[in-house]
């Protein structure tokens, strides 16, 4: 079955410090993974995509397909990181499989 | 800037009435998908549309329908609302290419009581 783990529901870390947030996926295809983020009253909006391979504000994941993992990284987290991160799983042309997300709070 | 518009920020509905949540993008995508977003759960798919007046059914269709009679709008339809679908309901679309990232709405924060 296709899943998307966050095993974490709260992440706290102090500014300055590296952020590592985790997704677990499983799928029986060729993956393909995304990192959304919702910050406090904007909507969810796309952060970054594996295929990509890009930087986005600092962040980023690399899709590791023997650890079955897609974390997302950054060395040094400022306070306007925290924010609602959510991982998902592209299953089809239409549809994303969504972990349940991982609170990320920054403290000064 | 504004590309996925809800109709509603915030609702308050009284039990077994029908509901009706909006949704426009105009970035004339083919895709258009309506989410509950509850704490814990993450974004669960209730239904989508790959195209006009075409729909499928998502994880959690009980007690919903929808409707997209044209490509930018795309409605959610609650029959009888019931205390549980108290939530935050999210509208996204995306082109018709390989899945490419969502564009979401600011959602609407539905209250049934």
């Known amino acids: 079955a296709q899943r998307v783990t966050q095993p974490e529901k709260l992440l706290s870390v102090f500014k300055g410090a590296p952020v590592e947030l985790k997704c677990n996926y499983s799928y029986s295809g060729s993956p393909e993974l995304f990192w959304y983020v919702q910050y406090s009253r904007q909507r969810l909006q796309l952060l970054l995509r594996?295929?990509?391979?890009?930087s986005i504000k600092g962040f980023t994941a690399d899709l590791n397909k023997g650890e079955t993992s897609f974390h997302l990284k950054k060395p040094f987290a400022q306070e306007e990181d925290s924010a609602m991160y959510y991982c998902?799983?592209?299953?089809?042309?239409?549809?994303?499989?969504w972990g349940a997300g991982t609170k990320l709070i920054i403290k000064p | 800037d504004v590309k996925v518009t809800q109709s509603s920020r915030y609702l308050v509905k009284r039990t077994g009435e029908k509901v009706f949540l909006e949704c426009v993008q105009d970035?004339?995508?083919?895709?258009m998908f309506w989410y509950r977003q509850d704490p814990g759960l993450g974004l669960r798919l209730i239904y989508f549309s790959y195209d006009v007046k075409m729909k499928e059914k998502g994880d959690i269709p009980e007690g919903y329908s929808v409707s997209r009679e044209k490509k930018e709008r795309f409605s959610l339809i609650l029959e009888s609302a019931s205390t549980n679908q108290t939530s935050m309901y999210l509208c996204?679309?995306?082109?018709?290419?390989?899945?490419?990232?969502?564009?979401f709405g600011s959602g609407t924060r539905l209250t049934v009581v």
């Open positions: 970035m004339d995508h083919e895709n």
């Open positions: 996204a679309s995306m082109p018709g290419r390989r899945n490419y990232g969502y564009t």
């Open positions: 594996h295929i990509s391979r890009e």
């Open positions: 998902a799983l592209g299953i089809s042309n239409y549809q994303l499989i």
